[in-house]
């Protein structure tokens, strides 16, 4: 009996084991399981952060340019170097309804391509996905996204989707700067003057519009001869860009002519603008210099409201700034008193009138650029206005991209003999 016994209880205790190590067996497996259901949760949301950082970086890559090609390069670029595609393409809807390629201009758009603009769905091709760039109901393009060896998958094209949805976003504003852009151009460049060229007088007029944004449209020079045979030079600059800009710009101008030609001074002229753009209820400003040159002694009288200083170099290359104190700009909301000088000049002496475009820059103070003016203009003064006018542009802008439009206007007195004021 003790025997018996004694193996019930082995076998009971063997049963208990057993049945302990299955159920830690099944424990092992469920924890295992919860590891791996907790690392794959961990990878997606991974994931999933990585995306939409990556989209954020889309949104901030695209807004950093107002050119669409720029924007479609850069958008390009940022799919490649963070491994969403091997290759990558950009096919945007021109104003002429025609489809161009950007990074890499040149081609026409194939089956695939064709069948996105036509339907507005995301297309899959092998190794290929495309996906349309809209903005609300409007279609911008489609973006052509591939890679070697590997599919797009449901969730690929998607992921695809929502980094075209924020480059759309980008494209559009581009778009919209462009054409506002070029708008703003057109019409300034429609109102600056066609200069009659008087006896005596050399004259050369330059403007360039900005070549970044919509930074266009405030700038303009005007050169004409009054009845009683003296000549009026006027530079001016509208604080502001794009088409309100060029539009004030373009009623200051006429209205400053007006007054001019009518006889009044240059403070006068000046102040009768003033007060005309104040009438306007615009928040915008201007500056602007208004000089009178009697050709027939060299006499030059002038008024400055707000704007830089003109200069003015002999035959023996020195300059010197005509720097007495300003009025403020036209259009602030109160009345000022506007002080009119006078100098006059000597045969061969050559005046320059110009815009802040030409001296100031983001990465240096505008007195340094005032200084390089100074030294540029001196080198040049000696050749013909309209090479001189292409020098001074060259050298100041120094062949790179510049925020803001430019004037310039030059003025040389040619008469060989006057009869100068004492």
Known sequence: MTDTRHEDVVRELRRTVERQQRELEMHR???????????????EVERQRQR???????????????RGHEVAEALVGLVIREGVATSADVWLLGDDRRVHRQPRPGGKPDAPVQRVLATREPVTAPGRALVPLTVGPILLGVL??????QEFGEDDV???????ARAAVGL?????????????????????????????????ARYLPAARGVNVGGDWFDAFTRPDGSVVLTVGDVTGHGLDAAVIMGKLQNALRAYATEGHGPAETLRLTHALLRGWHSPLLATAVVLELWLETGRIRWANAGHLPVFV??????????????APLMGVPFDFVIHEYETALRPGDTALLYTDGLVERRSRPIDTGMDRLAEVFETVCGLATDEAGDRILAEMLDAADHDDDVCLLLCRWAAKEAELPA
């Open 29 to 43: 497996t469920e924890l295992e399981q919860t590891n791996a259901g907790l690392l794959a949760l961990h990878a």
């Open 52 to 66: 939409s950082a990556f989209l954020d970086d889309v949104s901030r890559s695209v807004s950093a340019s107002l």
């Open 144 to 149: 052509d996204v591939r890679r070697d060896g």
């Open 158 to 164: 998607a992921f695809v989707a929502a980094v075209a």
């Open 172 to 204: 559009r504003n581009a778009g919209e700067y462009e054409r506002e852009r070029e708008l703003a151009e057109r019409l300034q460049r429609a109102m600056l003057p066609t200069l009659d060229t008087p006896g005596d007088l050399e004259l050369c």
């Open 313 to 326: 170099a002999g035959e023996d290359g020195a300059v010197r700034a005509l720097d007495q104190p300003n």
